[in-house]
């Protein structure tokens, strides 16, 4: 904090002293690097540092003026064990009011997860910012050194040699003296600033340096190394014993409302290795070697997925470490809610169109990591589509209850077929399907809130689409839709159904907006109201006739056509 204070203090010295020769940075591009590898979980001052980072980069970007071009890149947030997991999350752009919000949004859902790819996020960052005009100002904001293999160092110094106008800062968060020591190497290849942050005050300060420094256009001058210390050489030397270390304990102390679990164990907080693993032991105390690790929950081995949670164990030899168990979900429902196939919470760095990488299959209180997720609910593998109910903030270090009470039920009138393979779904505004269910019973079904059309599906190859209308379903109430308009044919004992039936819905004008056809069956079938004309093709390829020309549908009401 005082190498902070010293060098604003050097800086509008200089500036008032020498208000013509001020040294210009040319540029006004400011891009940080994130650290959100595992061991982002950390906590400082009883927070985790991820959650630091994210706040205070946020609250950053608040005060950044438009014209400034900012870039955001992290690593380790989507996949552990990957040191390709680095990705641009925010492309270069400049801080519009609006854009400023959207930054903000993305940064808030990051989660910590996985390695340190720092000397391959260098690479990316300055291949993306090596064709701009001017010096471009890159941060790099770490609480841990490169953990895939690579030399960091090495490559900023290679860059910068092949001309590259670029800057490399370095904000080293709650790093130990040698780890300071390997990361300031960073910053004196790129000609930067390093700056250590112990805590989020700190993380402000060194960040708002840099930023006032591309705001001003003012350079920062590194500060010198200090001289080596050089060893005397002795001939004689002195003999000293150290003591071997010994385990520690691990005590876990749950919240009241956490279920004894099938397993705990202990990971490697950025590959996520599991070291050591506590099967069908509750939640009794286990000696461990002395280390950091992160703590991985897993509630039941076939109904839960293994959640790796936010809490950091630092173990010390011949000591105990609580570690309490205390963020989770309780989904609160009505008793018209059935168990559903699984329910998950998807972060947004989870792969599209898989599994979130949380879900449970039971619905008592679960543990889960901190985080911003969506909400998913998947109510039968094989009959209905799994259903977004959006966004949830799991606050951290308390139960979290989410309410789950939205939902939609078809009502059929008693002449409404009994056919297994059928089928509705729910379209929006755009047309995209937001849920469907297949060979469904006429029960209530958990969908988010909308305005939609409902589509009825009578038989998979029997039938066409038949829209049924609007339906509008409001938060935390269960909306009824009656399937009781429709049509249906009264005829002779034994007389085989037609190849084909079209109903096709008039508007005023007479044209056809809508049509709906029935395949070799007699039907009855449910139509929406309105005014229809009726088309009859008695076999494949065989003329197609028109067998009414008009006929009114009102709503709730079933017409009969006598053949």
Request: hydrophobic fraction near 40%.
């Amino acid at each position: 904090m005082n190498a902070i204070i010293r060098l604003i203090s050097v800086v509008i010295f200089l500036g008032l002293l020498f208000p013509g020769a001020t040294v210009r940075a040319e540029g006004n591009i400011l891009y940080f690097i994130l650290d959100a590898s595992g061991s982002m979980w950390e906590r400082v001052e009883g927070k985790p540092r991820i959650v630091i980072a994210k706040e205070t980069l946020s609250s950053l970007i608040e005060k950044t003026p438009a014209e400034i071009r900012t870039g955001i890149t992290a690593y380790g947030h989507r996949r552990k064990f990957d040191c390709s997991d680095i990705q641009e999350i925010v492309p270069l752009k400049s801080l519009d009011p609006m854009t400023k919000y959207q930054v903000q949004e993305r940064i808030s859902t990051l989660s910590a997860m996985g390695k340190t790819p720092i000397t391959d996020s260098i690479r990316q960052t300055v291949d993306r910012l090596k064709t701009e005009e001017g010096r471009s100002t890159i941060v790099l904001i770490s609480d841990g050194l490169e953990s895939c293999g690579k030399d960091p160092c090495a490559l900023t110094s290679e860059l910068k040699s092949s001309g590259i106008n670029f800057v490399m800062h370095v904000v080293g968060f709650g790093l130990t003296q040698e780890q300071e020591q390997k990361l300031s190497c960073i910053s004196a290849a790129g000609e930067g600033k390093f700056f250590t942050a112990g805590n989020a005050a700190d993380l402000l300060d060194a960040l708002t340096v840099v930023k006032e420094s591309v705001v001003e256009q003012v350079e920062l001058t590194p500060v010198p190394e200090p001289e080596p210390v050089v060893q005397k050489v002795e001939s004689s030397s002195t003999s000293i014993k150290i003591k071997a270390k010994g385990p520690g304990t691990v005590k876990l102390t749950p919240a009241p409302w956490v279920q004894e679990p099938r397993s705990w164990a202990l990971s490697d907080v950025e590959s996520g290795e599991i070291l050591f693993q506590f099967k069908r032991q509750g939640v009794t105390p286990q000696k461990v070697p002395a280390g950091t690790y992160q703590l991985v929950w897993h509630q039941n081995e076939h109904r839960a997925a293994q959640v790796i949670t936010e809490q950091i164990v630092k173990v010390k030899s011949g000591e105990i470490v609580e570690v309490p168990v205390t963020t989770g979900v309780r989904l609160n429902m009505p008793q018209w809610v059935e168990t559903p196939y699984w329910w998950g919470l998807k972060a947004a760095d989870d792969e599209p169109g898989r599994k979130p990488g949380v879900w449970f299959r039971d619905l008592p209180a679960q543990v889960v990591p901190t985080g911003r997720y969506e909400l998913i609910w998947y109510q039968n593998e094989h009959r209905t589509t799994p259903v977004n109910l959006g966004a949830v903030d799991v606050q951290m270090d308390q139960l979290n209850e989410i309410t789950v009470a939205t939902g939609l039920q078809l009502v059929k009138a008693d002449w409404v077929p009994e056919i297994r393979r059928r089928w509705w779904q729910l379209l929006d505004a755009e047309g995209q399907m937001v849920f469907k269910a297949s060979n469904f019973e006429f029960k209530p079904q958990i969908v988010p809130p909308g305005e939609y059309q409902l589509i009825y599906r009578q038989t998979k190859h029997g039938a066409t689409d038949s829209p049924l209308g609007p339906v509008i379903v409001k938060e935390g109430e269960l909306a009824q839709f009656a399937v009781n308009t429709g049509v249906g044919f009264s005829y002779a004992d034994g007389t085989e159904p037609p190849y084909m039936v079209e109903f096709s819905r008039l508007n005023q004008a007479g044209e056809v907006e809508v049509s709906v056809q029935l395949k070799k069956s007699w039907g009855p079938i449910p139509l929406q109201a309105g005014t229809y004309r009726v088309d009859y093709q008695e076999v494949k390829k065989g003329p197609v006739l028109t067998i009414v020309d008009s006929f009114d549908l009102p709503a709730g009401v079933f017409v009969e056509i006598e053949m």
